[in-house]
């Protein structure tokens, strides 16, 4: 079983996943993600034309927290790390934790309402560092 605690950095567009070991402060990329619907919307002509601008990108949005939703049930299974904090853009926050199960969710110690997902690693490190 890991010890490690996972920090979910994560936007619209891109969610990043960073492991520290308890005695590190320094944060090691676990996985990076891109949602490929972010920019450009794979909805067919007649679909889109059913839901408004603002509809299809909160499916998008949805549809892109449940996949990251989905990694991070199968590493909590697996054991991968022992809790996480969770800084993410506000809707896309919501929209994760609605698809995160109960065991999983008891494992959150902290939830931040901040895009900081197209910031660089060192960065991001730095932000962190401060609180």
């Known amino acids: 079983m890991s010890s490690a605690t996972w920090i979910v950095v994560a936007g619209e567009g891109r969610a990043r996943i960073f492991a520290s070991a308890e005695d590190s402060s320094t944060l090691q990329q676990v ?5 490929e619907h972010h ?3 794979m909805l067919t002509e007649k679909q889109a034309a ?9 499916k998008e949005r949805d549809k ?5 939703a ?8 697996h054991e991968r ?4 904090k969770i800084v993410a853009e506000a809707k896309f926050l919501g929209a ?3 698809h995160l199960s109960e065991h999983t969710k008891k494992l959150i110690f902290d939830k931040v309402s901040k895009d900081y997902s197209s910031l660089s ?5 730095e932000i962190l560092k401060r609180g």
């Not at 690693?121 to 490190?125: G, L, N, P, Q």
Request: glycine share 0%; net charge negative.
């Open 64 to 68: 892109f927290a449940s996949q990251v």
């Open 81 to 84: 790390f022992v809790r996480i």
């Open 31 to 35: 996985d990076d993600f891109s949602n």
């Open 96 to 98: 994760l934790l609605s």
């Open 70 to 77: 989905a990694y991070l049930e199968d590493a909590r299974l």
């Open 50 to 58: 059913a839901y408004s601008e603002s509809e299809r990108k909160e």
């Open 121 to 125: 690693d060192s960065e991001i490190e």
């Open 39 to 41: 920019s450009a919307t």
